[in-house]
Structure formats: structure tokens, C-alpha cells
């Protein structure tokens, strides 16, 4: 035994069998390394594709997606491996996403990070209207989107006498929609205000969406520069309601006197009507 012993320790104590035994060990751990990277880089792995083309915008439901094997070294950062992060998300704004292809992370995003997520979000039969508003109008930025607004109109010279002429100059101020919801709050470049909030950006238009007759008396108002007419954000606490309540004409006489200074259509004929 003690011979064996013995041997063992001239074995390894000898020089040119140490190196000999750390040659051989290197070739192993590299050829064991090599070949466990070689099979991790072949080992085909599942990712989802687009079985048609993805228009921008557009949102990706699951008939859009189909899933194919690749191979694990054609896998990076950039490329979505889930199908679930794909379905129900939308094409990038400014991404054609081509039949056959792989998403990519920048290509998807939900519907809050797409540049025109506001056209998304109002009901069928309303229509986008833009207000120009400044940080007085929004009583220092204090207009959030999803808050409630009520919208005034005021004119000046809006008593006239017979003969259709101004007798003196005089104001009208008054209350013309109720519970418009407010879709989102732009600087003049166009960027969302409250993007990042760290940024004093000045609010230059808020966009809301209202009924199609509705839109067209504030467009109307808008334009009554002979009145000098302004059109007034009032903030509201509606959106605190469970079940905030919808658009509503509040002031017949605001109505009846934007239609008598401008010219009338058909269409607003029936809207007065009904």
C-alpha cells in the first residue's frame, strides 16, 4: 500500500506529467465547452411570426400570429419569444410589419404608447375637436386627460337692434356643453404634456371629442371673429363620478345665437329639430 502511495506521489510530483495531465484537461473542458455552446446555438427554439401583413396602428389579434422554430443563435434582445407579448398589442405607429416576419420589440407596443392612441379612444358618431389653450385656459397645466371639462363661449357685441347693427358693445358668457372628457393635453411640437413630468412644457391645444352637432357649433364659435368669440375649458369634478355622464348641450340660447350669425345647413336644420 505504502508502495502505491508512493508511486502516486512521484506520478504527480513529476513535471512533465503535471503538464502532460493539464493538456489533456484543457482539451477536455474546451471540447465539452465547444460542444455544449454548439448545441445551445442549433437547439431550435419557438417564436412567434406574422402570418399576414400588420398595417401601423393596427392591433395584432391572435389569428395574425402563427410560431416557428429557429435556430437558438439567430435569438437576440430585439426579438419577441412569447406569443403572448404579441396578441391583443399594436403595430408600432410608424412599423409595417411584413408577412412571415418575426416581431421585434420596438415594432409592438400597447395602445397607450401609440403616437395617435387618442383616435382609439372616443366613441363611434363623436369627433375630434383641438382647443387652443395657453396656461391661464388650464389654470396653470391643472388639465389632465381623462379629467371633465365644461365648455363656455363668450362673445362680444352680441346684442344688436333692429336693423342687425351693434348699439353698444356688450358680452355674452354662458354655459354651452357639459361633461366633455378631455383625451389628451399637447405642447406646440406636438407632444404629449405630461410625457414626462419632470419638463415645464407649456399646453397649447387640448383635444376632446364630442357629437358630430356639437362639433360643428364650436367650430362655428370658433370662427365668429366679428364677435371676437372665445371658447372657454372649465374643469369639472365629473370625473370623480362612478358613471361620469355624457356630452349635453347646456345652453339653448348660445345655440339658437351661433346659428342666427352663421349660415345654416341642412344638416343643422334636422339637428335643431329633433
Request: no cysteine.
Amino acid at each position: 500500500m505504502n508502495n502505491l502511495i508512493v508511486g502516486f506521489k512521484k506520478f504527480f510530483t513529476n513535471k512533465n506529467t503535471v503538464t502532460v495531465v493539464g493538456v489533456i484537461l484543457a482539451i477536455v473542458v474546451l471540447y465539452v465547452g465547444y460542444n455544449m455552446r454548439i448545441n445551445q446555438a442549433i437547439t431550435p427554439v419557438t417564436v412567434p411570426y406574422a402570418l399576414e401583413e400588420i398595417n401601423p396602428s393596427t392591433q395584432i389579434t391572435e389569428d395574425m400570429v402563427g410560431t416557428r422554430e429557429i435556430p437558438n443563435s439567430m435569438v437576440d434582445d430585439t426579438i419577441i419569444t412569447n406569443s403572448a407579448d404579441v396578441i391583443d398589442m399594436y403595430a408600432n405607429g410608424d412599423s409595417v410589419i411584413p408577412e412571415g416576419s418575426l416581431f421585434y420589440k420596438r415594432s409592438v407596443v400597447t395602445r397607450d404608447q401609440l403616437p395617435d392612441s387618442i383616435i382609439l379612444d372616443y366613441p363611434k358618431g363623436y369627433v375630434l375637436y383641438n382647443l387652443s389653450v395657453d396656461m391661464a385656459s388650464t389654470y396653470s397645466n391643472s388639465i389632465y386627460p381623462d379629467n371633465y371639462i365644461d365648455i363656455y363661449l363668450k362673445v362680444q357685441n352680441a346684442e344688436g337692434n333692429e336693423s342687425g347693427t351693434v348699439s353698444e358693445d356688450r358680452i355674452m358668457i354662458g354655459k354651452l356643453l357639459s361633461n366633455v372628457k378631455v383625451l389628451a393635453v399637447f405642447d406646440s411640437s406636438g407632444n404629449n404634456v405630461f410625457t414626462n413630468l419632470d419638463e415645464k412644457t407649456v399646453p397649447s391645444q387640448i383635444i376632446f371629442a364630442v357629437p358630430e352637432e356639437y362639433h360643428i357649433l364650436l367650430r362655428k364659435a370658433e370662427y365668429l371673429r366679428a364677435y371676437e368669440s372665445e371658447i372657454i375649458p372649465v374643469p369639472t369634478a365629473e370625473s370623480l363620478e362612478d358613471e361620469p355622464g355624457d356630452v349635453t348641450l347646456s345652453s339653448e340660447d348660445l345655440r339658437n345665437f351661433i346659428n342666427n350669425v352663421t349660415a345654416m345647413t341642412e344638416e343643422d336644420l334636422s339637428y335643431t329639430q329633433q
